[in-house]
Each structure stands twice: as structure tokens, then as C-alpha cells.
């Protein structure tokens, strides 16, 4: 099985697409955990939802290419996901169902999801997801970066696009991390330095 933790995805905007620019290329790693930061509004869902759509060998369309994606399988999980999913949950201790997992609370319907993007993956997958952190204590934050740091030791090729706020999720699975809309691919240390002198300076302020 092809090796894909030295291979790139590469996305080139062939017009502006929101806050995007023509010409504009970025660069994801296919085989390890990419974290999408960025302001409110830069773009991280728009970009997300670029993977979720394009999922061959090389894609055209109106606004962008997609270019370099091996024969992997794209999960999507979005933290609004988690609370609208209908699901039937067995496990080797207990069985749940639930209906409409909306009815119970953000926590219990991410639980059920999480179990379920586990059982989804294999070898050759990359899993998209959109700001899972909302509403999640950093317990469940941990729980969920447990999660995937056992994915990616147990399958070949598994690869991971998380578009996040989360300091946290970022320092303890991120792999790469790329700055939107700028495309900017830094090292996910280069990253949290930068943002611990800004939080720095902010408690310098308040103080």
C-alpha cells in the first residue's frame, strides 16, 4: 500500500471564491492531521466543505482544482452534525437507540457520533471536522483527540482536515497547521508560540 504521509493535497482558486483570491494555492498533508484556523468568517467552513465535495484524483470546477487526492475515503462529521444525526448505537456492553439525537444534550449526542466515526473509518481514510468542539468540555476535547490519535495509529493513510478554534486540539494532535485565507502552512509550534504572545499580551491588558 502507497505510502501517503509525504504526499500533499493541493487546492489552486482558479477565481476569487469568497474570502479566497485567484491564483491562490493551498497545501494540505494527505496522510496527517491538518488544523484549519482562522478568524470567524475567513473561510474555514467554505474550505472544509471544498474536500467534501471533491473527493477524485483531480477535480475542476467553476472556482477551484483539486489536485494530488489519492484513492482515499472522506468522512464528514460537523459539530451541528452531532446534534441532528439519527442513529441506532450497539456496543459489546449495552445497547443504545436513539431517535433523534437533537433530543438529548450536546455531550451524549457526540458521544454516540464519535463511536460511530470510529466504526466508519479504515485504512485509506481522511475524516473532515468542523469545529468539534463546540459545546464540548476539554475533558470531551481530550476524549476526542484520543480518539483520533488512536485512528491514525491503527489505519494506513489516515489523514484529518479539523477546521477549530481549539488551542487545545491543536497542541495535542496537530500535525500542520494552515492559517485561512492566507494558506499560510506553518509548523503547529510556530503557531501556538504566536498565539501564546498575543494571549500574553491580552492578560498584560486585563490585569
Given at each position: 500500500?502507497?505510502?501517503?504521509?509525504?504526499?500533499?493535497m493541493?487546492?489552486?482558486?482558479?477565481?476569487?471564491?469568497?474570502?479566497?483570491?485567484q491564483?491562490?494555492?493551498?497545501?494540505?498533508?494527505?496522510?496527517?492531521?491538518?488544523?484549519?484556523?482562522?478568524?470567524?468568517?475567513?473561510?474555514?467552513?467554505?474550505?472544509?466543505?471544498?474536500?467534501?465535495?471533491?473527493?477524485?484524483?483531480?477535480?475542476?470546477?467553476?472556482?477551484?482544482?483539486?489536485?494530488?487526492?489519492?484513492?482515499?475515503?472522506?468522512?464528514?462529521?460537523?459539530?451541528?452534525?452531532?446534534?441532528?444525526?439519527?442513529?441506532?448505537?450497539?456496543?459489546?456492553?449495552?445497547?443504545?437507540?436513539?431517535?433523534?439525537?437533537?433530543?438529548?444534550?450536546?455531550?451524549?449526542?457526540?458521544?454516540?457520533?464519535?463511536?460511530?466515526l470510529?466504526?466508519?473509518?479504515?485504512?485509506?481514510?481522511?475524516?473532515?471536522?468542523?469545529?468539534?468542539?463546540?459545546?464540548?468540555?476539554?475533558?470531551?476535547?481530550?476524549?476526542?483527540?484520543?480518539?483520533?490519535?488512536?485512528?491514525?495509529?491503527?489505519?494506513?493513510?489516515?489523514?484529518?482536515?479539523?477546521?477549530?478554534?481549539?488551542?487545545?486540539?491543536?497542541?495535542?494532535?496537530?500535525?500542520?497547521?494552515?492559517?485561512?485565507?492566507?494558506?499560510?502552512?506553518?509548523?503547529?509550534?510556530?503557531?501556538?508560540?504566536?498565539?501564546?504572545?498575543?494571549?500574553?499580551?491580552?492578560?498584560?491588558?486585563?490585569?
Open positions: 500500500m502507497e505510502d501517503y504521509s509525504k504526499t500533499f493541493k487546492i489552486k482558486f482558479i477565481r476569487d471564491y469568497f474570502t479566497f483570491k491564483g491562490q494555492e493551498i497545501e494540505i498533508s494527505q496522510g496527517k492531521i491538518n488544523i484549519i484556523v482562522g478568524d470567524n468568517g475567513a473561510g474555514k467552513t467554505t474550505f472544509k466543505n471544498i474536500f467534501k465535495k471533491q473527493t477524485r484524483l483531480l477535480s475542476e470546477g467553476k472556482y477551484f482544482a483539486f489536485e494530488n487526492m489519492m484513492n482515499q475515503n472522506t468522512i464528514e462529521n460537523t459539530a451541528e452534525g452531532f446534534r441532528v444525526s439519527k442513529s441506532a448505537l450497539v456496543d459489546s456492553k449495552r445497547e443504545i437507540y436513539l431517535t433523534h439525537l437533537n433530543q438529548k444534550s450536546h455531550g451524549q449526542a457526540w458521544k454516540i457520533e464519535l463511536f460511530r470510529r466504526k466508519k473509518c479504515s485504512d485509506n481514510t481522511f475524516i473532515l471536522l468542523d469545529e468539534p468542539e463546540t459545546a464540548l468540555s476539554v475533558e470531551a476535547q481530550i476524549e476526542l483527540c484520543k480518539a483520533i490519535t488512536d485512528m491514525k495509529r491503527k489505519y494506513k493513510n489516515f489523514g484529518c482536515l479539523i477546521a477549530t478554534h481549539s488551542m487545545l486540539i491543536t497542541e495535542l494532535i496537530g500535525e500542520r497547521v494552515i492559517e485561512i485565507p492566507s494558506g499560510e502552512n506553518i509548523s503547529t509550534r510556530e503557531y501556538l508560540d504566536k498565539k501564546s504572545r498575543l494571549i500574553e499580551e491580552a492578560r498584560n491588558y486585563c490585569l
